[in-house]
């Protein structure tokens, strides 16, 4: 450290620590308000049960890795692939759009969960495909812009379909979500992590970034 940095941190060391304390507080309120708006926004959107959720001509199933980078199967997109499957079969969609990544030629989330839906005995009629749902946001408004759905059933696990959720009704849309299983509290622990981070982010995308998703394209129509 050189002599003219160490002066500064010791003429200013009161004030480097005051607002390093005031970041803190600042960040950690910031996560409490956000998780707080999103679960009491959205609460009356959720469901469990299948036979209590609404019926929604089309359902989206947000997407994620199929399997981990140590190469065992993902919990989190077996319980999603579970729970469309259960949907469809019960009558409660007629149309799945799913909604993942392909933003490499060797990675595919779409076609992979096309491939166990329909070994489900999910129809491959029935699939629509969302190339570019890079991450939620995206999902959500391009299902608005490019499927012209407004009136949808989302599937994910229940902490993503709340963030979910508050995305749509941001932008007018009548979304509910059905909860797939959750995987255990210690295999969830750091995707649990990750999403206190991302509720904070979904707020800076509408209120302050003005996000847009990072593609949108011709329309596509769900028959």
Do not use: W
Not at 40 to 53: E, G, H, K, Q, Y
Not at 89 to 104: E, L, T, Y
Not at 182 to 205: C, N, P
């Amino acid at each position: 450290m050189t002599p003219n940095i160490q002066s500064f941190i010791s003429k200013h060391k009161n004030k480097l620590y005051l607002t390093i304390i005031l970041a803190f507080i600042v960040s950690i309120t910031a996560f409490i308000v956000c998780n707080n708006v999103i679960i009491r926004d959205t609460s009356s959107s959720i469901f469990d049960n299948v036979d209590s959720i609404p019926k929604n001509r089309v359902g989206l199933l947000l997407g994620t890795n199929k399997n981990l980078s140590n190469g065992y199967e993902n919990q989190y997109f077996k319980y999603r692939i579970d729970a469309t499957a259960r949907l469809y079969h019960a009558g409660k969609i007629d149309r799945i759009i799913v909604s993942g990544d392909n933003s490499r030629h060797e990675y595919n989330e779409s076609e992979y969960m096309r491939t166990d839906l329909v070994a489900l005995g999910v129809p491959d009629s029935c699939i629509y495909l969302d190339y570019a749902g890079f991450r939620t946001f995206d999902s959500m408004l391009r299902c608005l812009k490019i499927f012209g759905q407004t009136r949808y059933t989302v599937i994910s696990q229940r902490f993503h379909n709340e963030r979910a959720i508050f995305i749509a009704q941001h932008e007018g849309m009548d979304v509910v979500g059905f909860n797939a299983r959750d995987v255990s509290q210690r295999a969830g622990f750091k995707t649990m992590l990750r999403e206190r981070f991302a509720r904070v982010k979904v707020f800076l995308d509408i209120y302050v970034l003005n996000t847009k998703p990072k593609f949108l394209g011709a329309k596509i129509d769900v028959k």
